[in-house]
């Protein structure tokens, strides 16, 4: 049976991102900083393969350290900004080639602050009112002399030990990146506390942001949180945040075919049928579902001693997916009558059109 864990580097790359992994990490090496990356793409397309491949390429490299935050983990923790924070920090602190004093710095800096203090209400009063989303040119926080003092004053001293300890951990000319995944399978309105984070606590210098997520859930969830304020805010919002978007094309037919699933461990009388099982889609969770699917089907027919065409199981296995009604009226039809209306819509299928039109009536 195959697992749903994602591909980890470019060698086991069957899905044609090496060329995605390589641009994006040419990106990450080379912009100006701070910045932040989506990567969007619907559920199961492959976004946390794409970006554990980036990551391993940049860890490649000896001026790059590497963050992985994965907010679903947390999604029912107080606060998704403390969540991150202290993944960031925790991983600073227990890098074997960080010196002691900075270790120290990180675990003070750890102690000290009232992470649950962060502000939570005060800082969701505030956001809405980013004017940066209708000018972009103005401060992050419209109002800032009549906002609460001390969330102002936690804002910008946190920022400041941050940027010290960023540029102590990658030294000059190296950059922290740190990959957040699987944010839309948070509840969706928790989502948007990860993208206060990033602008508000950890937007300095030599730090990029790499956002794995369904850009469509994420903006909803930003409306959930905020309200549809005006026409396209929460897209507004979004892409004041996030610099470089990068959507995930689709899947080739083809690709899917002959290298995903002919590349995966499954028996090879199922590889046999890759043309037919393609047609569940291109989601290649979905495909690994399907495949699984087959496959238990086959081995129950086995163990049955039901003697069943493996064609037709892929065709009825690909129907139970994409048409699940129809594919219940099948079993019902059978089960009552006895009549294969597979089998018999293929031979209408088949027959010349006047005899087509007379036995569909």
Known sequence: MLTDNEIRSVAEDSLEFKAFAQTLEEIISTSETPITIGVYGAWGS??????RMIQGLLEDQGNVKTVWFDAWKFDKTRDLRVALIHT???????????????????????????WLGLGKVALTSLIPQLSVLQQGTEPLIKDQENAPRNTLNLIGDFEEEFKDLTKDY?????????????????????????????????????????????????????????????????????????????????????????QFIKGLNIPDEIKEYASILTEVGDNPRTIKRLLNNFEVRRILAEKRKLKIEDNMMAKLAVIEFKWTDFYSNLIVIYGETKENLAKTLKDISESDEAEREKRLK
């Open 170 to 258: 990658v030294g000059d000319g190296g950059r922290l990146v740190v990959f957040i995944d699987d944010l839309d399978r948070c509840i969706s309105g928790n989502a948007v506390y990860i993208l206060e984070a990033i602008k508000l606590f950890l937007n300095v210098k030599s730090t990029i942001f790499v956002i794995g997520a369904d850009k469509k859930k994420i903006e909803e969830g930003i409306i959930e949180r905020f309200g549809e304020r005006s026409e396209g805010w929460a897209k507004n919002y979004l892409e004041k945040i996030v610099q470089i978007p990068f959507k995930l094309p689709p899947l080739r037919k083809d690709m899917i075919t002959e």
């Open 88 to 114: 960031i920090l925790r991983k600073i602190e227990e890098d074997k080639n960080v010196n002691q004093t900075l270790k120290n710095k990180v675990g003070e800096l750890i102690k000290r602050v009232d």
């Open 46 to 51: 492959g976004k946390t393969s794409l970006m």
